[in-house]
Each structure stands twice: as structure tokens, then as C-alpha cells.
């Protein structure tokens, strides 16, 4: 089984409509964050969490919102989603605790297309 | 400014031959980590490599080595004895300061290997 998981894995939905992207993991890992993926633009940091009741901005955060239900659950909610957020999202994994700094896992990935 | 670049949008190598993707990357923190990434076209994120600022050594795996020259802030990735399966999008990626910050990512390379 994978260690990080991401629901759904392709997504379709229309403008104007809630939207969450859900995370887990079965790492153990305290530090979880949401990444977003636009060709040509690399992967840009929208979320991250430290641990449950830590959770910080990346550089592009507006029009999304998260919650940390859990150690192993981080959840990216689109309010309202608008067509530009048409994209391939990520959700990592590291942990701080074991001092492994060389390592951020990735999980698959999810697909969303907003019409 | 940003803080990772790589400045060719595209490679072709020939199969067996070695190949060198450019990173460059600017921090001013003394502690700092580089990563390389490889995303096939099914998507998912695999991590690669990783070299850590007062590391001495290059790091090796495999087939890939990162060529780290601190001063000129650079941290190239090697390839050597390309194969068809190494066609991929690759992106370098920053750690700044200690312990298990967000990542930083180039906007990508993409690799294509030629029988």
C-alpha cells in the first residue's frame, strides 16, 4: 500500500462549486504539505503543517483553505473553484522529529480540471 | 528573483551516453538542501537525490550524481548511461535552512532520451 495516498485521483467539476482534496498518510510523518503543479511552473508550495495545530500559508494560497483532521490527514478545500485552478496537485510528507531533512515524500497526485 | 533555476526547458541525449540537467540556486542561509526530482509522464513525483549544504562529498545513486559546486551555487545532475526509461520532466528543488521546511522548485527540464 502507499504510503501517502490522495483522493480523488482526477477530479471535473465546474466553476463555482466546494471542492476537497483529500491526504493521508500511513508514514507517521508530522509534517505534511499541498503543492500545486502548472506546466512550464514547477511545483508551488499553497499549504503546509508543522503538526495539527500549526498550519502556515505558502505563496499561493488564496482561494484555497485546509484543515489538519489528524496527524495523518491534511485536507486542501477549494471554496469556490474558478477555472485557473485547473491543475495537478501534491500532497508531501516529512518528518522533523528523526532528523531525516534529505527526504519529502510525494503522493501520486491529484487531477483537477475546473470547466 | 528566484530562487531555482534550470535553464533548459528541454534535453535530448542519446541512449548510453551521460546528460547534465543545470540547476542554480540562491539562498542566503548557510544551512540549505538540494533536491532532484524525476516525474514520468504518469505523473507521480520520485525522489532522485539530495545533497546537503556542508556535505563534502557529491552525492551518488546510482546512475545520478549531483554535481555540487557551492560557490558558484550550482547543483547539476548527472546522468550517466542514459536509458529510453530516464525520458522524464526533472526538477531541482531547495530546502532552506535546517530542519524540514518547505521545498522550492525549479520550473523542470524536460529530458527525452533517443535510441
Known amino acids: 500500500d502507499a504510503d501517502v495516498t490522495q483522493t480523488p485521483r482526477n477530479r471535473i467539476t465546474k466553476t463555482g462549486k466546494r471542492i476537497m482534496l483529500e491526504c493521508s498518510q500511513t508514514k507517521g510523518h508530522d509534517r505534511m504539505y499541498w503543492y500545486r503543479q502548472d506546466p512550464g511552473l514547477g511545483l508551488r508550495l499553497i499549504y503546509y503543517?508543522?503538526?495539527?495545530?500549526?498550519?502556515n500559508k505558502g505563496e499561493i494560497s488564496d482561494g484555497y483553505s485546509v484543515s489538519r483532521q489528524a496527524q495523518a490527514k491534511f485536507s486542501l478545500s477549494l471554496e469556490s473553484a474558478i477555472p485557473n485552478q485547473t491543475a495537478l496537485y501534491f500532497c508531501?510528507?516529512?518528518?522533523?522529529?528523526?532528523?531525516?531533512?534529505?527526504?519529502?515524500?510525494f503522493g501520486p497526485g491529484t487531477r483537477l480540471t475546473v470547466l | 528573483a528566484q530562487k531555482i533555476t534550470q535553464t533548459q526547458p528541454g534535453m535530448f541525449v542519446q541512449e548510453k551516453e551521460a546528460v547534465t540537467l543545470d540547476c542554480t540556486y540562491d539562498?542566503?542561509?548557510?544551512?540549505?538542501?538540494l533536491f532532484w526530482y524525476k516525474q514520468p509522464s504518469s505523473g507521480e513525483m520520485i525522489f532522485l537525490i539530495y545533497q546537503g549544504s556542508y556535505d563534502e562529498q557529491n552525492a551518488t545513486e546510482g546512475r545520478y550524481s549531483l554535481n555540487f559546486q557551492k560557490a558558484r551555487k550550482s547543483a547539476n545532475l548527472v546522468i550517466s548511461a542514459s536509458q529510453l526509461g530516464d525520458s522524464a520532466m526533472y526538477f531541482c528543488a531547495m530546502r532552506e535552512g535546517a530542519g524540514n521546511t518547505p521545498l522550492v522548485f525549479g520550473k523542470g527540464t524536460r529530458l527525452s532520451v533517443i535510441a
Open positions: 508531501a510528507t516529512s518528518d522533523f522529529r528523526t532528523g531525516n531533512y534529505n527526504e519529502q515524500f
Open positions: 503543517s508543522f503538526d495539527v495545530k500549526d498550519i
Open positions: 539562498t542566503s542561509d548557510q544551512s540549505y538542501g
